[in-house]
């Protein structure tokens, strides 16, 4: 991450949330090879948590690439609702800036 602060001479939030959406990817990635091989898995909770800091646009065009994860109900509920949540929080929070200004 604090190549993208250095070298690139980003806002560390927005490197932040690159190396969290390339880690995620990478994970989906890794995890749909895996099934396919039999081998050891990312466990969904991995997955989830990657999405719940921030790697939301990742996971879902990793999904789409992979068709993976898309037709097992209980991750996808997990995901919907993380989706939602974050949604409410940024509506809160535009709200809370929008009648603060």
Sequence with gaps: MMIFVLKFKMHIFIAYIICVNITLFLLYMYDKFTSLLSWLRVPEAI???????GGTPMALLAQKMFSHKTSKLSFQNTFKKIIFFQVLIGVLIGGLIFYMA
């Design 47 to 53: 997955l989830h948590l990657f999405t719940i800091l």
